[in-house]
């Protein structure tokens, strides 16, 4: 399971999904769907090959208070993070690693975690023309080799392959089955076998 610390994120990031505003003596309780992503499906790529991401979500909130969907004005961002295998220590065998990138914006925005920009990446999506959802594309360019872990916070990701065999290659003597995070010098676990929201590739 992952730590305390990457629960405090997520709870963090999660926070937008429930807003409440207050008429009166109403309080509205939204609630906001999470993004379906998919990556280009493969396992290995080239210096300079984009890796293209492409998330997708409900314009459509869900208003409790009133049991009914509204339009949602004010999307939230998607979240992920970026790391590199490197060889293992005691507690984990990644490291920070959006610097190994270069990023193609083809739909949306970004922005960074200003206490952690070399792992957080967060994408602003934009309305589509059917005024149904918000999408975004956004492209890595790897700048050196290596074996990466694309981590989602808490979307949903429709790649039938995550190419898991790669952690195989990293194992940590004190945690054989699961991956290290070392993000921004805090650690967090995650098992091989909860891993569901998770793209490991190679470039080669």
Do not use: H
């Amino acid at each position: 399971m992952k730590n305390n610390y990457k629960s405090i994120l997520k709870y963090l990031f999660l926070a937008p999904l429930l807003m409440a505003f207050q008429c009166e003596e109403e309080i509205d309780i939204i609630k906001v769907n999470d993004y379906n992503v998919k990556i280009t499906p493969q396992k290995r790529f080239v210096i300079n090959e984009t890796i293209w991401i492409e998330g997708k979500i409900s314009a459509k909130a869900f208003n409790a208070t009133i049991n009914d969907s509204i339009f949602n004005e004010s999307n939230k961002a998607d979240t992920f993070s970026i790391y590199q295998f490197v060889e293992p220590n005691e507690y984990t065998n990644t490291k920070d690693a959006i610097d190994a990138f270069d990023l193609v914006l083809e739909i949306g925005s970004s922005s960074f975690l200003p206490s952690c920009p070399n792992s957080v990446v967060f994408v602003n999506s934009e309305l589509d023309q059917s005024n149904l959802f918000y999408t975004y594309k956004i492209g890595l360019k790897p700048k050196r080799k290596g074996d990466f872990i694309i981590d989602f916070l808490n979307s949903k990701l429709y790649n039938n392959e995550l190419n898991l065999s790669i952690a195989e290659n990293y194992i940590i003597e004190r945690f054989p089955d699961q991956i290290g995070f070392n993000q921004c010098g805090n650690t967090s676990w995650l098992y091989l076998k909860d891993t569901k929201n998770e793209f490991l590739f190679s470039v080669e």
